[in-house]
């Protein structure tokens, strides 16, 4: 493997360094910019509901949490340049496919067809992206890089996140106003079909730089040999998969992946589709609802930025803080919600999107901890799988919250109006035992805002 490095003697650590991010800044600024229209293009298959973006939502986390796991127990047992060409390309034939569902879909009205398959391939994208992020993200990075370095490659790469949830939804915002024209297509289409080129076409450049960087260094970059890995590994692991590698590992590594995902159970995220469609609902034009992700996106990059510093003075405390500000200004979100009224960007909604991005420095901070703390402590041999079940976790609590507002949504009203309807009987003395199961569902209101959305 020597040889093969001394054939590319510019790729010391600083050219492989800036290659990593530069392949991940071009992916994820097209694939933010597809995310932000994805509820957009939702909306247009069921006309004023929630329910295509909710049943989209519930498919692609659900495939998430199931699969992840294995393919990231089988990335760890395979040729990295293997997993990461299959990741690419799962991104890029499902983007295209996505894509032709738009230009297929019907012009008006309901098109369940168009949401289904449009789904698939969405389930499809998640997956190839959950392949190769945790290809280079959780695994090639600790390979190529340690120490100090390792940090500061994790910090560049959340901050490439953040900027990229900035500059990705403004571009798309911009590309799906009327002013765009393509023969043969409505204006807004036209923007959707656009954007989805535009993602497809940026796979290429993004596995061509990662191919560059495993030729550099396949020394790094290779599986341990099955012997290896049948004489140091636990039975069980092998036997078990990711979530037994993940359950029996020391250290305590569970706590941080169960504390970080319960905090994806949530709408409130500038760039969620519920919130997204939600608000497009409530008259807030598209580039309001881009600017939106990218102010959570830049207050995101004040808690990255935030954490070095915190991390120096406060230690492991510091983490604690961030959640700390992220719950309190979730509060606030909350207690601005429940005074919006009619259309429009009012003021309560305004105070409501702007407490929203202010929580985002929080959430970010703490990630970056998770991150750092569970790259420390995790197994080299182990982790793909462990970062897979991670993806998993946070997968699942977001299952939770599609499926709150896929199944209560839509009987919201007949709930209200069965509520009303035990509390005029109890008044009227016609029924018993009404009282409990009232105040039961007073005790449940905190979560009706993300049913709601």
């Not at 495939?63 to 990741?87: E, N, Y």
């Not at 034939?93 to 949401?115: F, Y």
């Not at 959430?363 to 750092?372: A, Q, S």
């Not at 507002?405 to 919201?412: M, P, V, Y």
Request: a neutral charge.
């Amino acid at each position: 493997m020597a040889s093969r490095e001394q054939l590319l003697p510019g790729e010391d650590d600083q050219s492989v360094y800036r290659k990593l991010l530069l392949s991940h800044g071009i992916t994820r600024l097209a694939t933010q910019g597809w995310l932000f229209i994805a509820p957009l293009v939702l909306l247009r298959f069921t006309p004023g509901q929630l329910l295509g973006p909710a049943f989209w939502g519930l498919c692609t986390t659900l495939g998430t949490s199931l699969l992840s796991p294995p393919l990231g127990a089988w990335a760890d047992r395979s040729c990295r340049k293997t997993t990461v060409t299959l990741g690419v390309a799962a991104q890029a034939v499902a983007v295209l496919g996505a894509t032709a569902v738009l230009l297929l879909s019907k012009v008006e009205g309901s098109d369940w067809g168009a949401l289904l398959a449009f789904s698939g391939f969405s389930v499809l994208e998640k997956l190839g992206a959950a392949l190769s992020d945790v290809s280079v993200k959780r695994e090639w990075a600790p390979r190529l890089f340690e120490g100090d370095m390792l940090k500061r490659t994790n910090s560049m790469m959340s901050q490439i996140d953040l900027a990229s949830e900035t500059v990705g939804p403004f571009i798309a915002g911009l590309l799906i106003m009327p002013s765009l024209h393509l023969p043969g297509l409505p204006p807004e289409r036209a923007g959707f079909v656009m954007v989805g080129l535009l993602n497809a076409a940026s796979f290429l450049p993004q596995l061509r730089l990662l191919l560059q960087i495993f030729a550099a260094r396949e020394a790094k970059l290779q599986p341990l040999r099955a012997e290896e890995v049948q004489r140091k590994a636990n039975p069980l692991v092998l036997k078990g998969g990711a979530w037994t590698a993940w359950l029996h590992h020391p250290s305590g590594i569970q706590f941080l992946g169960l504390s970080y995902s319960l905090l994806y159970l949530t709408v409130l995220s500038p760039h969620g589709a519920f919130l997204t469609a939600h608000l497009a609902q409530q008259g807030v034009p598209s580039w309001q609802l881009s600017l939106l992700r990218g102010a959570g996106a830049l207050l995101g990059v004040l808690g990255v930025m935030a954490h070095s510093s915190a991390s120096v003075r406060l230690g492991r405390c510091g983490d604690g803080l961030f959640v700390l500000w992220l719950a309190g200004m979730t509060l606030l979100a909350l207690s601005a919600y429940h005074q919006v009224e009619g259309r429009g960007l009012t003021w309560p909604l305004l105070i409501f999107m702007s407490a929203v991005c202010l929580a985002r420095p929080g959430l970010y901070g703490f990630e970056l901890g998770v991150l750092n703390t569970e790259q420390e402590l995790a197994d080299a041999r182990h982790r793909s799988a462990i970062g897979s079940v991670d993806t998993a976790l946070t997968s699942f609590a977001t299952l939770a919250m599609y499926g709150s507002g896929l199944l209560l949504g839509r009987f919201a009203a007949r709930m209200i109006w069965m509520l009303l309807y035990h509390s005029h009987r109890h008044r009227h003395g016609h029924s018993h035992g009404d009282h409990g199961h009232s105040h039961e569902h007073d005790g449940e209101h905190p979560h009706t805002l993300q049913q709601e959305e």
